[in-house]
């Protein structure tokens, strides 16, 4: 009676969570007693398919994952099986229904503060693993505990071509701080026509369908380039009522000016996320304001205009606002969380292997993820990957606290204030500065 009691609680729990975020991701937690905190967790299964059962949330690697589990089973005699999910599944949702079921994964993804937050007590404490000192990028709790396995790594930062750059002279590694930034522009907008460029930067403010990259990913070096990767010190500031730093942001806004300034005027305002990224794969663009992720869609929708353009070398700068500022902002976009379970010990040690050599080959050379991990003998067939590569080996990287942002800053406030600032209606940084100050203010206070 009383297990009754306490499913019956928790399809509760889950019924009013669900009706009060929507039905989305960041629903409320399966838990128990929401005055102690504890859990009211079924005790987990058993998976029906093999000893463990992983939920993996990117089906276009689900052949490669298959293909690591069979070379697991064959090592070690434990099976994994694996289970994708997309075509626009809610999989927080699924896995609410697994755990309902007593069917819960021993492994699954997770993609933000909100989907870990549904499992609050109820996952395994991975800070101790072997693979926990090979990597900055474990999702850790508010307690510091690592409760998310790394598996594949973006990176956010000034993309460059790398051809263009050496025609023109210039050396990336030299461009180390706002002066030599505009140096390196300035010259490259003289040698414009000699180096077939439309532009010095691809670079859109257009508010519409592209706030996201200038109110969330550009807004992200503001918040933590050049810093420790544990270092909060600018999104602690603005979790406290919308606080901006006026020195550091004015340093940002003077490098948004520059970018205003050389960009392409036909993207500035006005432009596509495909017509940014084509323009830089056809090497019209020495610099872009994307991250990693435009490597697959280089080599894929826009592969002919990239091959055309001679496959160039890219790389990545640091967004170097300040002289000295030597990061670029890398994360997981999701993790891998470990029920605790029977089955705890075996999930973790499939995940050690995982971080190993062997199942890095997988990882990296079969399902084409960039690395997190520092000891990682493989590069991914991916643009990017290289300098991603070289920049977590290095330990210079940054982290992406602008995922804990108050939701929708990006599309509320911030992108229509880049539009404006590239249109002149905010006319130079300071005002920039005083406007982003007021406004995000004013919208932590609602």
Not at 34 to 54: F, K, Q, Y
Not at 120 to 143: H, I, M, Q, R, V
Not at 275 to 294: D, E, M, N, P, R
């Amino acid at each position: 009676m009383k297990k009754k009691l306490m499913a019956l609680a928790l399809v509760s729990a889950m019924v009013l969570g669900l009706t009060a975020c929507g039905g989305g991701a960041s629903s409320s937690a399966p838990a128990g007693d929401a005055g102690t905190g504890e859990a009211a967790a079924p005790a987990a299964t058993a998976s029906t398919d093999g000893d463990i059962r992983l939920v993996n949330g990117k089906i276009e690697v689900d052949a490669a994952l298959k293909a690591a589990a069979a070379a697991y089973k064959e090592e070690t005699g434990v099976s994994v099986a694996i289970e994708s999910m997309g075509g626009g599944v809610n999989i927080q949702d699924t896995l609410k229904g697994y755990y309902q079921a007593d069917n819960m994964p021993d492994i699954f993804v997770c993609g933000s503060d909100a989907d870990f937050g549904n499992w609050t007590g109820l996952l395994a404490d991975l800070s101790n693993e072997p693979w926990a000192a090979d990597t900055d990028a474990g999702y850790k709790d508010a307690d510091g505990k690592i409760i998310g396995f790394p598996y594949t790594t973006e990176a956010i930062g000034l993309a460059y071509n790398a051809d263009i750059l050496e025609k023109a002279g210039i050396d990336p590694a030299s461009i180390t701080g706002p002066e030599s930034m505009k140096a390196a522009f300035e010259t490259l907008d003289a040698k414009k026509d000699e180096l077939g460029l439309t532009a010095v930067i691809g670079w859109c403010c257009e508010a519409k369908d592209l706030y996201w990259s200038t109110g969330s990913h550009s807004f992200a070096n503001y918040l933590d380039a050049g810093l420790d990767r544990d270092d909060t010190t600018y999104s602690d500031m603005l979790a406290d009522g919308g606080k901006i730093d006026a020195e550091r942001f004015q340093h940002y806004a003077e490098m948004v000016a520059l970018f205003n300034q050389y960009s392409d005027p036909a993207l500035l305002t006005s432009g596509t996320y495909d017509q940014q990224i084509l323009g830089f794969a056809s090497g019209k663009y020495a610099f872009v304001t994307q991250g990693s992720w435009i490597g697959a869609t280089m080599t894929s929708d826009d592969k002919a205009e990239y091959e055309a353009a001679g496959n160039f070398k890219v790389g990545m700068i640091p967004y170097a606002f300040e002289e000295g500022i030597d990061t670029i902002l890398t994360n997981s976009p999701s993790w891998w969380a470990v029920f605790e379970s029977d089955n705890t010990q075996k999930a973790k040690d499939f995940l050690t292997w995982l971080a190993g050599d062997a199942g890095q080959k997988f990882l990296v050379e079969d399902a084409g993820f960039i690395s997190p991990f520092k000891s990682c003998a493989y590069v991914a067939d991916d643009p990017f990957a290289q300098t991603i590569t070289d920049y977590t080996a290095a330990g210079k990287t940054s982290s992406w606290h602008w995922l804990k942002n108050k939701a929708s800053l990006d599309q509320n406030v911030l992108g229509q204030l880049y539009l404006d600032y590239a249109l002149g209606s905010i006319p130079d940084a300071a005002t920039f500065t005083q406007v982003v100050s007021d406004q995000v203010a004013n919208y932590y206070a609602q």
